[in-house]
T-cell receptor, first 110, second 114 residues
Framework: QKEVEQNSGPLSVPEGAIASLNCTYS??????FFWYRQYSGKSPELIMS????GDKEDGRFTAQLNKASQYVSLLIRDSQPSDSATYLC??????????FGSGTRLQVQP | ETGVTQTPRHLVMGMTNKKSLKCEQHLGHNAMYWYKQSAKKPLELMFVYNFKEQTENNSVPSRFSPECPNSSHLFLHLHTLQPEDSALYLC?????????????FGQGTRLTVV
């Protein structure tokens, strides 16, 4: 079983729609959860972090965490073509380095 | 000036060459990392340094040799690489004790081994 699992996509949504990206993780004691955005040929950029159960909103982005289900998601409201990228889910605990999923490619159609 | 700077951005080297990748962070962080990103694979952690001390080595072949002279600089020395080592090599830094795990990446070095 992979430590962090994501659907590779591509996930295709029309402009203005809500994009929903999902991630599951296997380490029950994970404490910190992150979403990174990576444009083609570029490095990952941190867009959201979440540490406790529930929702966390930042602009058009909402991260959702459910530790009981070992599930974290990212919602992007009013999706724009500029949101087209690969979204990486990452988890960690304590001082351990991040463990990444393989990413979900999002395509926002104009 | 970006937070994490990597040089060179692109590197082509032969299998018998020796080269080094450099990473510098200007964020005051105390942890630095090397990751490898190959096509269609998750980011693979290679090495971790905390306060200049190596704390993780994820079974990386000895042809990759890291060096961390201080908490702001990190090097990856390369020698006798194989074509399958061609990948994007990413450096990252974070601050332990704050938001654990919140790591910031450099722009990466695209390495091609011929």
């Amino acid at each position: 079983q992979k430590e962090v699992e994501q659907n590779s996509g591509p996930l295709s949504v029309p402009e203005g729609a809500i994009a929903s990206l999902n991630c599951t993780y296997s380490d029950r004691v994970s404490q910190s959860f992150f979403w990174y955005r990576q444009y083609s040929g570029k490095s990952p950029e941190l867009i959201m972090s979440i540490y406790s159960n529930g929702d966390k909103e930042d602009g058009r982005f909402t991260a959702q965490l459910n530790k009981a289900s070992q599930y974290v998601s990212l919602l992007i409201r009013d999706s724009q073509p500029s949101d087209s990228a690969t979204y990486l889910c990452a988890v960690t605990r304590g001082r351990r380095a991040l463990t990444f999923g393989s990413g979900t490619r999002l395509q926002v159609q104009p | 000036e970006t937070g994490v700077t990597q040089t060179p951005r692109h590197l082509v080297m032969g299998m018998t060459n020796k080269k080094s990748l450099k990473c510098e962070q200007h964020l005051g962080h105390n942890a630095m990392y090397w990751y490898k990103q190959s096509a269609k694979k998750p980011l693979e952690l290679m090495f971790v340094y905390n306060f200049k001390e190596q704390t993780e080595n994820n079974s990386v072949p000895s042809r990759f040799s890291p060096e961390c002279p201080n908490s702001s600089h990190l090097f990856l020395h390369l020698h006798t690489l194989q074509p399958e080592d061609s990948a994007l090599y990413l450096c990252a830094s974070s601050q332990d004790g704050a938001r654990d795990g919140e790591a910031f990446f450099g722009q990466g070095t695209r390495l091609t081994v011929v």
